[in-house]
């Protein structure tokens, strides 16, 4: 675990030897992290607390409101955080395993994994299925709002929702397996992917922005336009 604090990074002793893949923000410097199939929770205090294990390996995790979060992985696994208890639920998604999760609100989440899935959580008891415009493992998901949502996967894959139909689109680079994306506001958006690759979105088309590394980019995220940050394989930030 690295903090970034007054201009530096630091090295954070972690009580497991797990490979860590999600991280999420809960404020006042509480946080969430996946370790393979456990919760840890990151106190105010700087402890970090083991909070849940889930029944299959978990992939990403998000704040859905106070006090509250999901967490997504294997065999369409959700964990959700409510009155201080998470619970665990499979088959949620159907067949897929679960890569990726995005919340605008607590009644309006997104979930993307295998073979195209996508899920909206809108409130009530269960997840809407979207009819999928692509058959590709689907690896993040950004939304502004009901009528911007993306999803990125492999193989190149970019699907949009204007609020109306899901679409393909066009990437800046055939084949890229795209893993992870972010935006400040719906002309602003960012992918980062295998080799080193990230694309922008500047509201009309995708392009390459030069990266000072080529290992495999894994997250992407950032505070806004001007702040924006990328993180992969072999420590490379």
């Known amino acids: 675990v690295l903090e970034f604090d007054k201009g530096k990074w630091t090295k954070k002793a972690f009580p497991s030897g797990a490979t860590l893949k999600s991280v999420t923000a809960a404020g006042g410097g509480q946080y969430y992290i996946i370790a393979n199939n456990q919760i840890y929770e990151r106190s105010i205090s700087g402890?970090?607390?083991?909070?849940?294990?889930?029944?299959?390996?978990?992939?990403?995790?998000?704040?859905?409101?106070?006090?509250?979060?999901?967490?997504?992985?294997?065999?369409?696994?959700?964990?959700?955080?409510?009155?201080?208890?998470?619970?665990?639920?499979?088959?949620?998604?159907?067949?897929?395993?679960?890569?990726?999760?995005?919340?605008?609100?607590?009644?309006?989440?997104?979930?993307?994994?295998?073979?195209?899935?996508?899920?909206?959580?809108?409130?009530?008891?269960?997840?809407?299925?979207?009819?999928?415009?692509?058959?590709?493992?689907?690896?993040?998901?950004?939304?502004?709002?009901?009528?911007?949502?993306?999803?990125?996967?492999?193989?190149?894959?970019?699907?949009?929702?204007?609020?109306?139909?899901?679409?393909?689109?066009?990437?800046?680079?055939?084949?890229?397996?795209?893993?992870?994306?972010?935006?400040?506001?719906?002309n602003d958006l960012y992918m980062a992917g295998k080799g080193g690759i990230l694309a922008r979105w500047d509201g009309t088309k995708w392009k390459v922005i030069a990266a000072p590394v080529i290992e495999t980019m894994r997250a992407v995220w950032g505070l806004g336009p001007k702040d924006v940050w990328a993180v992969g394989d072999k420590g490379a930030i």
Do not use: Q
Not at 65 to 80: K, W
Not at 128 to 146: E, N, Q, Y
């Open 47 to 186: 402890t970090f607390l083991l909070k849940a294990s889930a029944p299959n390996l978990l992939n990403d995790i998000t704040v859905t409101g106070p006090g509250r979060a999901m967490a997504v992985g294997a065999s369409a696994l959700l964990m959700e955080l409510k009155g201080g208890v998470w619970s665990s639920k499979t088959g949620v998604f159907g067949l897929n395993d679960a890569y990726a999760i995005h919340a605008n609100a607590m009644n309006d989440i997104w979930v993307v994994g295998n073979n195209g899935m996508i899920a909206h959580w809108t409130g009530g008891t269960t997840w809407t299925g979207i009819k999928s415009p692509t058959s590709k493992h689907l690896r993040g998901v950004w939304s502004s709002g009901a009528s911007d949502v993306w999803a990125i996967g492999l193989d190149g894959t970019i699907v949009h929702f204007d609020g109306t139909k899901w679409a393909v689109v066009e990437g800046p680079t055939a084949g890229v397996d795209w893993l992870s994306i972010w935006g400040s506001d719906p």
